[in-house]
């Protein structure tokens, strides 16, 4: 009994400090970027968005609808008004389903990796400063 309970709470920390380390990933990959205007930002993932919403340099909201960047977890139906937003994935495949997206932080080999869709950043007019011009793509491989 106390190894089930130890491997519980050993699984929570690091699930805990995973989703931490992907939102400061985030952070600073949002704080790079520029859409002129203030970034309202929805997740599907309520553990990300609180964790969001502890930095003040960005504004949760509580609904897509409400929402100008996005954040995709897990993907699922967004209505299309939602569809119109700026969309960051945390998925590479859905980076290519969802055409609308510019980019994406997924993991691979238990590194992050960061893409970036260069036609598509052009096309929604985002901005990105020099920081982030290695994790540019052409296309979505």
């Not at 709470?9 to 690091?14: A, D, I, K, M, W």
């Not at 859905?94 to 993991?107: K, R």
Request: hydrophobic fraction near 40%; include cysteine; proline fraction near 2%.
């Amino acid at each position: 009994m106390k190894i089930l309970l130890i491997l519980i709470v050993f699984t929570y920390v690091l699930f805990a400090d995973s989703i931490d380390h992907q939102v400061k990933i985030i952070e600073r990959i949002f704080s790079e970027i520029s859409i002129n205007k203030e970034m309202k930002i929805w997740s599907d993932n309520n553990d990300i968005l609180l964790l969001i919403k502890d930095n003040s340099n960005f504004k949760t909201v509580e609904s897509c609808s409400d929402a100008n960047i996005i954040i995709i977890d897990k993907k699922k139906d967004l209505s299309s008004s939602c569809l119109e937003k700026y969309i960051f994935t945390l998925n590479y495949c859905s980076l290519s389903e969802i055409t609308q997206s510019f980019g994406a932080l997924f993991w691979k080999k238990g590194r992050p990796n960061i893409v970036i869709i260069e036609p598509r950043i052009r096309e929604q007019n985002i901005k990105i400063s020099k920081t982030l011009e290695p994790y540019l793509e052409d296309k979505v491989w």
